[in-house]
């Protein structure tokens, strides 16, 4: 990969030189004060530089041919925000056919490298690091450099202002990893932010109740199921022991149920066996056949409901032991995990009551309300992020492929909220949504624009105000004052205040804020 200078930067990398001899366009502004035209010799110049990969600060004093050169540069990974600690780098000076390298096996102190190069002789040189790398290097292109012939002519030459702005040094910027992005171009969406609530599924939900009056005792030899464990569909969570009397009275009434329901079934298909004969000689009209199969349908229900019943009691006793105590199996009616386990071994419990919990939530339902006001703002597709409360700028999405669609645009509104529901269906596989939770949705809406923007944990509030960090150099930050529109899926417009190409600041920019605050300018932590 290469760095190209400052004019081609918006493709591959940003070239800033601040305080040095340049050539060209980059040449030393002619608007320098007297006091800096008679600094001493040591004065320093700066370059920076960056890369998708790196980011490079180097700060060397005015170059004189013959004498060494101190080019202490700072390697930054742009990946981790970390220093550069270990591996070599080469510093390549140029002037036509000659080339000076200078090859670093690592650097000195992390992140920081320390050649001192001689120079042969004056005049503009071409700098340039490589930086090896696993497929290929990457090469950084510093721009040029002026070489005098003497210490003198080195006095008598005149360095740029530096930048101004916030001070904060590499060293500061490691520690806390100081992460920047360019400010870019793109198209964002206005987006209706509106509370949303986390619900269950139909039929993701289960709650398994004492069918009878009795006492819940283990499971043995088979382990308890504890709570969060996943659970599948008929697996035993308990045993109940009826209260004898009671179960003996359920059992007795079951047997009557089943027989006294097996009768009407028998009944029932006899009758709608004679109308269907006589239908067919037409005896019978169509009207008279269909209730008597609605009939029959109803007959056949009621006895499936006093078998499973009967089967309650039954199912688990098939086995045992004559004179055994009967025994109810209480299992999962769906697969999922046991989210409450609302009494324990050897408690006694009341008919109806309470005593599992199973929740599937590998799928949930979102639902918003969206004003009546607001409805004729809606996209076409109403794609959403989720936030959740207090995370402002950290956003999942709800929709998209294998994330999540929309299920249902309410088709009346609420009397009472004047509000229409909106229902995503979203999967959630890491367990992130709770049912019950109230959550945030930001809604696609019809108006799409083409924005500068930033992410928004560039934005740092200052007041009345809100202001962004700009990395003008190495280790010089500039604030900025920003206007904002459109806020879309963690990125915001501005309005005004940057411009495509500048570098933000998007982690760290609290503590920078408080540099500048604070109007303290640090103290180098490496020698100069």
């Not at 969206?370 to 929709?399: D, K, M, Y």
Request: hydrophobic share 40%.
């Amino acid at each position: 990969m290469k760095c190209l200078p400052l004019a081609r930067w918006r493709s591959t990398g940003l070239l800033l030189l601040t305080g040095a001899v340049l050539i060209g366009g980059c040449s030393p502004s002619d608007a320098v004060n007297d006091s800096r035209r008679n600094q001493p010799a040591d004065r320093t110049a700066q370059i920076t530089v960056w890369t998708d990969a790196f980011e490079v600060f180097a700060e060397h004093p005015i170059p004189v041919a013959g004498k060494p050169t101190p080019f202490i540069t700072h390697v930054t990974d742009l990946l981790t925000q970390e220093p550069r600690r270990d591996g070599p780098v080469t510093f390549r000076f140029s002037q036509g056919e000659v080339v000076v390298d200078n090859q670093q096996a690592n650097p000195t102190d992390p992140g920081i490298y320390r050649p001192a190069i001689l120079f042969p002789k004056p005049g503009i040189w071409q700098v340039t690091l490589i930086i090896p790398g696993t497929n290929a290097p990457t090469i950084l292109e510093l721009g040029s450099l002026q070489v005098h012939a003497d210490p003198t002519a080195a006095a008598r030459s005149t360095l740029p202002a530096p930048p101004e702005g916030v001070p904060f040094l590499k060293e500061q910027q490691w520690r806390i990893l100081v992460r920047t992005e360019p400010v870019t171009q793109r198209p964002l969406t206005a987006r209706m932010e509106v509370s949303a609530q986390v619900r269950t599924r139909p039929g993701s939900s289960a709650t398994v109740v004492a069918p009878i009056s009795g006492q819940l005792i283990s499971t043995d030899p088979a382990p308890p199921i504890q709570l969060g464990d996943p659970v599948e569909a008929g697996e035993l969570l308990g045993l109940l022991r009826p209260n004898f009397s009671e179960a003996a009275a359920r059992l007795i009434d079951a047997r009557a149920a089943v027989a006294s329901t097996q009768a009407a079934l028998d009944q029932a298909e006899t009758a709608h066996a004679r109308i269907q004969q006589l239908a067919a000689s037409q005896a019978k009209s169509l009207r008279e056949v269909q209730e008597s199969a609605a009939t029959l349908e109803s007959a056949r229900s009621r006895h499936t409901a006093a078998l499973g019943l009967l089967n309650t009691f039954q199912s688990s006793n098939s086995e045992r032991p004559t004179g055994a105590p009967l025994l109810i199996e209480l299992r999962a009616p769906i697969g999922g995990i046991l989210d409450s386990h609302l009494a324990g071994v050897g408690e006694v419990v009341a008919a109806d009551q309470p005593l599992f919990h199973v929740l599937d939530s590998r799928t949930v339902w979102i639902e918003a309300r969206i004003p009546e006001s607001s409805l004729h703002q809606l996209g076409t597709n109403h794609h959403a992020i989720l936030q959740f409360p207090g995370q402002r700028g950290s956003s999942i999405p709800v929709t998209g492929d294998g994330i999540g669609r929309v299920l249902a645009l309410g088709g009346t509104v609420d009397p009472h909220t004047r509000t229409v529901p909106l229902t995503y269906e979203v999967h959630n596989r890491q367990g992130l949504l709770r049912p019950g939770q109230s959550v945030t949705l930001q809604i696609g809406t019809a108006r799409v624009e083409e924005a500068v923007a930033v992410p928004e944990s560039a934005l740092v509030d200052e007041g009345d105000e809100l202001v962004a960090f700009v990395h003008v150099s190495g280790e010089t930050f500039a604030k900025r004052t920003v206007r904002t529109g459109i806020r879309d899926a963690g990125r915001v417009q501005i309005l005004d205040g940057l411009k495509v190409g500048e570098r933000v600041v998007t982690r760290g920019a609290y503590a920078i804020r408080l540099a500048s605050i604070s109007g303290v300018i640090p103290a180098h932590g490496h020698n100069h």
